[in-house]
């Protein structure tokens, strides 16, 4: 067999990618293998291909640049996922051709690094005879099969530094500041964010909020004497009786854009109390930049651990982050599809509870 690895980047971007690709890189060469890197996601596999070989010479840097230097899409011709929950099988066609150019590419191996919708697409192409391994990518921490996902710690440090610098200009303004980040269904980034940077209230999805409860934690702050509110909300956090707050009405192929809870929550809480408001929505600022330490040796790690499973030919899975905090591979089929949510009973929430931080309702007694 030749040894000769494809590695492609698929979805939203997140920090820390770029040291995946050069961990494998690196472990490859020390074996001899050669790696070729698919530009634009796996649209990249298809005709024309446009790959690059990657050389250890290129790696320089590399572990700590953001983004990703073989570019990526989160919609194209292998869109798989349109909403939670909701599968799309990308057309036989489109599969065959990514596949006949895999074989006339001579690889022996393709490393997809994403999320669901990435992973989604990676079992489908390892249905169709395609030796895939996976490695988890996304700042929302939503994998239930992995421990933790790289990207995420760097948003919530992203979240938390806006979080410090929000406060002060709360307090001196005596505003309820309202800080939106993303958290598509998992509310990971808002919880864990929260809890570091000191919000006051958390809206997260797994727990849908009112209005009453919100006013009543501000109210409670008055009269405490703590004339300002710091407020985070993921973007996919509901109203009670409500669904997203979309930014776009278009669906097609993707996942729908979320966007402008932050704004809503703000409007709301302005008319009810009074108070001054603001929102922030820190978007895509927590995707870019720089990776975290943690992030840092974690990607590092998947890297070496993908190459480790293509070097035994261990096909069809992902490697995860294991609860006893060893690397470890999970079937690409576990991985997928199953998110992982905050739970709203569970010890991160109490603990926040357990410091009157109010999650926009009425917490069981
Ligand atoms: O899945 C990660 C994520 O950051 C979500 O939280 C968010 O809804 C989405 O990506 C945004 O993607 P886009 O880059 O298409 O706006």
Redesign the pocket.
Same mark, same amino acid.
């Given at each position: 067999m030749t040894k000769k690895i494809g590695i492609v980047t698929g979805?939203?971007d997140?920090p820390g990618l770029n040291a995946v690709i050069r961990a494998i890189v690196k472990a490859g060469a020390l074996y001899g293998w050669e790696c070729l890197g698919i530009h634009g996601g796996f649209d990249g596999l298809l005709t024309p291909v446009r790959a690059m070989p990657l050389a250890i010479k290129d790696m320089d840097g590399l572990l700590i640049r953001g983004g990703t230097i073989l570019g990526t899409a989160?919609s194209g011709q292998f869109s798989a996922k349109t909403g939670r929950g909701e599968l799309r099988q990308v057309p036989k066609k489109i599969m065959n051709q990514a596949k006949a150019n895999f074989d006339k590419l001579a690889l022996s191996a393709l490393v997809a690094i994403g999320?669901d919708g990435t992973l989604t697409i990676a079992q489908q192409m390892f249905e169709m005879g395609v030796p895939v391994v996976g490695v988890p990518k996304?700042?929302?921490n939503d994998l239930d099969a992995t421990q933790t996902t790289f990207g995420f710690d760097t948003a919530v440090a992203c979240a938390v530094d806006a979080l410090d610098r929000l406060h002060s200009t709360a307090q001196s303004h005596n505003r309820v500041m309202v800080l939106e980040v993303?958290? %598509?269904y998992a509310g990971w980034i808002a919880a864990y964010a929260g809890l570091a940077g000191g919000a006051d209230v958390i809206l997260i999805p797994e727990i849908k909020f009112n209005y009453d409860a919100i006013q009543k934690k501000i109210k409670a702050r008055e009269t405490e004497g703590k004339h300002f509110t710091i407020v985070i909300v993921a $973007?996919?956090a509901t109203l009670e009786g409500q669904g997203f707050i979309t930014s776009s009405k278009t669906k097609g192929d %993707? $996942?729908v854009?979320?966007g402008g809870i932050g704004h809503m929550v703000a409007m709301e809480i302005e008319t009810l109390t009074k108070k001054e408001t603001r929102c922030v929505v820190l978007g895509?600022l927590? %995707?870019g930049g720089q990776p975290t330490q943690w992030d840092r040796q974690l990607c590092t790690r998947f890297g070496v651990h993908a190459f480790q499973m293509i070097a035994k030919k261990q096909f069809g899975y992902m490697v995860a982050l294991k609860k006893n905090g060893m690397m470890g591979p999970v079937t690409l089929s576990e991985a997928i599809n199953k998110l992982r949510l905050v739970d709203p009973d569970g010890e991160l929430v109490m603990t926040a509870r357990a410091l009157g931080i109010s999650f926009g309702d009425e917490p069981k007694s």
């Open positions: 979805g939203g997140c989160n999320g996304t700042i929302d993303m958290g %598509r $973007e996919g %993707r $996942e854009r979320l895509h927590q %995707r």
